[in-house]
């Protein structure tokens, strides 16, 4: 017969056992879970990462890594955190210590994990660089493509294909449907348009005067208030120049339009043709009948050089010579006889910047070109100033002299565009 007291110990035995089986159980769970967190798996409703890295030679490292990046949230580390505490809580309470030996292994487990998942998110970011940098390139490549990305593209090819349209209303047609101001007009740009930059080979091409005269006759037909009037043939080519060069590589030397499609050719004129109006729009009345825009800017010419040098504003009253002889061409071609080809486009740049307030600024571009050379003008008589200024000593001018002009109109539009009363005579 057993002894009910032996009894009693075993089955208390037993339960210990189970007990303990069971607590170790739930922690090598709370262990596995921890582990598929760090290596990329997450508890329901988190965010869990997608990305691993290969194992390398430093996952045996035992060294923590100091900035650990996360990409799962604090909640997620704060269970984490509970579930090892509760754990070792459970160890504790129950009077089985875990061995220093499998602590170590713990640590040493979790350490390669969490360098894992660091190797894991570098190579993700990484791999967003990359994808950054190739979308910025594809995105640069379609630009120049005809596919319409937003609605300034839209905008662009109706505008392109509305002056496609005017064209071949206006232009591409018989000389019998014209009216004889019209043939008189077309004929006076076609003289006009070989003369268009003659120091620049580029402009002497077949084709390129071909379109030349195509953007001023529908621009004319388009403005009859002025219609065509010489200089605004010149006032085209920094635009052409521009917009091919987007299609034609190297210098100016080497470009050949023949190169280029029929539809790059027509897209060229267009986008030529709708700067071109802009930038007339805030002087329509310089090319009206008497001109009188440029007239009242070149009275105000006279004015701010009088105020900024006296001595030569004195010295050519003195000689009889007239401003309206030697700026009425600046103001009628916006200067763009008077420098280099190659410095044109940086004028241009201060041009459209300066919208509808370019009349007003371009006086004072004017005032500080002509006193750039005052000790030399001091010098000269009546002859000898018309031939300077109608020949500017600038054939070897680099942005720095430009530069150096359109300071100097800026300082002094701030200090009398508004202060009328220190220009009144």
């Given amino acids: 017969m057993k002894n009910p007291r032996e009894e009693e110990k075993k089955k208390k035995e037993k339960g210990?056992?189970?007990?303990?089986?069971?607590?170790?159980?739930?922690?090598?769970?709370?262990?596995r879970s921890v582990q598929e967190l760090l290596l990329g798996s997450s508890f329901p409703g988190k965010v869990s990462l997608t990305r691993k890295s290969e194992p390398s030679s430093e996952l045996t490292s035992p060294v923590r890594q100091q900035n650990f990046e996360r990409s799962y949230s604090e909640n997620d580390m704060g269970q984490s955190k509970r579930a090892n505490n509760s754990s070792e809580e459970e160890l504790q309470s129950s009077g089985n210590r875990i061995k220093s030996a499998e602590f170590q292994k713990l640590k040493i487990t979790m350490t390669n994990?969490?360098?894992?998942?660091?190797?894991?998110?570098?190579?993700?970011?990484?791999?967003?660089?990359?994808?950054?940098?190739?979308?910025t390139k594809f995105t640069k490549a379609l630009s120049g493509s005809s596919v319409i990305l937003d609605s300034r593209g839209r905008l662009l090819t109706r505008k392109r294909l509305e002056y496609v349209d005017c064209a071949s209303?206006?232009?591409?047609?018989?000389?019998?449907?014209?009216s004889d101001d019209e043939i008189n007009m077309l004929r006076q740009i076609a003289v006009d348009c070989p003369r268009t930059v003659p120091d620049v080979t580029f402009f002497q091409q077949e084709q390129v005067q071909k379109s030349l005269e195509r953007i001023l006759y529908t621009w004319?037909?388009?403005?009859?208030?002025?219609?065509?009037?010489?200089?605004?043939?010149?006032?085209v080519t920094p635009f052409l120049m521009v917009f091919l060069s987007e299609h034609l590589d190297g210098g100016m030397e080497s470009w050949s339009v023949s190169d280029l499609s029929p539809?790059?050719?027509?897209?060229?004129?267009?986008?030529?043709?709708?700067?071109?109006?802009?930038?007339?729009?805030?002087?329509?009345?310089?090319?009206?009948f008497a001109q009188?825009?440029?007239?009242?800017?070149?009275?105000?010419?006279?004015?701010?050089?009088?105020?900024?040098?006296?001595?030569?504003s004195r010295h050519m009253e003195e000689e009889g010579l007239e401003f309206l002889q030697f700026a009425f061409r600046w103001l009628?071609?916006?200067?763009?006889?008077?420098?280099?080809?190659?410095?044109?486009?940086?004028?241009?740049?201060?041009?459209?910047?300066?919208?509808?307030?370019?009349?007003?600024?371009?006086?004072?571009?004017?005032?500080?070109?002509?006193?750039?050379?005052?000790?030399e003008l001091l010098k000269l008589d009546f002859q000898e100033m018309v031939m300077f200024l109608q020949?500017?000593?600038?054939?070897?001018?680099?942005?720095?002299?430009?530069?150096?002009?359109?300071?100097?109109?800026?300082?002094?539009?701030?200090?009398?565009?508004?202060?009328?009363?220190?220009l009144a005579s």
């Fill in 169 to 178: 209303q206006y232009y591409d047609i018989p000389e019998t449907e014209r």
């Fill in 332 to 375: 009628n071609c916006l200067l763009i006889r008077e420098i280099p080809f190659h410095l044109v486009t940086r004028l241009w740049d201060t041009y459209l910047a300066e919208g509808d307030a370019l009349p007003d600024f371009l006086v004072y571009i004017c005032a500080s070109l002509l006193l750039t050379w005052s000790d």
């Fill in 113 to 135: 994990s969490e360098s894992k998942l660091s190797d894991a998110l570098r190579s993700a970011s990484g791999a967003r660089a990359v994808d950054s940098a190739r979308i």
């Fill in 292 to 312: 009188p825009g440029i007239q009242r800017l070149i009275f105000k010419l006279k004015e701010l050089v009088h105020r900024i040098d006296e001595r030569v």
């Fill in 16 to 31: 210990s056992s189970n007990a303990t089986s069971n607590l170790e159980s739930r922690f090598n769970q709370t262990l």
């Fill in 220 to 235: 004319a037909i388009r403005h009859p208030a002025s219609g065509y009037v010489q200089g605004i043939n010149d006032l």
């Fill in 263 to 288: 539809q790059k050719i027509s897209n060229v004129e267009a986008d030529c043709y709708w700067c071109l109006s802009k930038l007339l729009d805030s002087m329509q009345d310089h090319y009206t």
């Fill in 391 to 422: 020949h500017l000593p600038t054939q070897n001018w680099t942005h720095h002299e430009l530069e150096m002009v359109l300071s100097r109109a800026y300082m002094w539009h701030v200090m009398f565009n508004n202060s009328p009363r220190h």
